[in-house]
Every structure is written in C-alpha cells, then in structure tokens.
C-alpha cells in the first residue's frame, strides 16, 4: 500500500469519525467501531507498528473525549481510569486478527470479525472477574460457576460489539476495496452535440 496525503487524512478522518461515535449519547454500550478498526488497521496497514497505532489512538482520542465530558459534568462515564492500560493492551493485540487477512478474502474478513470480539469479550471478562472482589460487592465467587456469570454479565456489550464489529468491518473493507483496490474512477461521457 502505497502512502498518499489522502490516504493519511482518510486514517485520521477515520479516527476523528470513531471517536466521535464512541462518545455519541444513546448508542448502545458496546456498538462502536473500534474492534473493527483494529481488524482493519491489521489488515490494510503493512508496516506493523502504524497498524497498533490506527486503533489504539482511535481509543485514546475517544477516551480523551469522554474524560472532557466527564469533567464538565456532562457524562457519568469517565475517559480514564486505573488499570486502562490493560484495555488499550487488548485493542492493539486485536491488530492481530487483520493480520490473518490476506487480501479481500471475505471468509477471513467475516471470521476475524466474530474471533476479535469475542476474543475481547472472553479476556476482558475473565480479566474483571480476576481483578474484582465478590467480598466488597464488585465482583463474581473465585469459582468456574462465578466466573460464568461475569461472563453473563458481560453478553449484552459482546452482542453489541459483535453487530458493531460485523457491520463496520463491512464498512470499512468494502470501502477500501472501492476506492483503493478496485481503482474505481468515474468517467465523465463526451458531450454530444
């Protein structure tokens, strides 16, 4: 892939677009296109470290965005919190997931959307079932059947990120494959007389 000025204003505009979604008031929690970012930065992005870049700053711009709200008053929901870290950790490692699409082979685009969400939904659960305590009420018993209701507890925001996922991989890969990999240009028709 070749890097053009227009192909890095569309990043940040891509950037700048998911960020802006992610804090939008009354989407559902989970419905973002930020797993979906990360499978396609891995996918398209060949230079490795830009790939991690394109969703990890997709998250901390979002992030910013929603800690600005928070203390205007203007959000419950803070932008950053201990242990964040850990969160920026699992969207870069699920660059990973793009990488494994070569080409535009749609069976790999449609299985790393439904294997990168859930991936997410089964560590950062079991994550917050490890670091919660059931003793001052934050959390699930340090049993198999405990750690099954934080995963329960968690299946609304994977349903979600699962549909996000889907649809704007849908959207971002038909996209690039429209503008980028087909070469598409309009042709304007001679002007009869």
Do not use: H
């Amino acid at each position: 892939m070749k890097i053009s000025k227009q192909l890095v204003v569309s990043f940040l505009m891509l950037i700048g677009i998911a960020s802006l979604y992610r804090v939008m008031p009354g989407r559902p929690y989970g419905f973002a296109p930020q797993i979906a970012i990360a499978i396609f930065g891995g996918a398209i992005i060949k230079e490795k470290k830009f790939a991690f870049l394109l969703p990890l700053l997709a998250m901390f711009v979002s992030d910013a965005l929603y800690q600005l709200l928070y203390i205007n008053g203007a959000s419950v929901i803070p932008g950053f919190y201990k242990g964040q870290f850990i969160n920026y950790l699992l969207f870069g490692g699920l660059t990973v997931f793009g990488f494994m699409i070569k080409g535009f082979n749609l069976k790999k685009i449609a299985l790393s959307s439904v294997a990168a969400p859930t991936a997410y939904f089964l560590v950062s659960n079991s994550l917050v079932w490890l670091s919660s305590s059931p003793l001052a009420g934050l959390g699930r018993p340090k049993t198999f059947d405990g750690w099954l209701m934080c995963l329960g507890d968690g299946v609304p925001f994977y349903l979600w990120s699962l549909a996000a996922t889907a649809i704007f991989s849908a959207v971002l890969f038909g996209t690039y494959y429209f503008f980028y990999e087909k070469n598409i240009s309009v042709v304007k028709a001679p002007a009869s007389n």
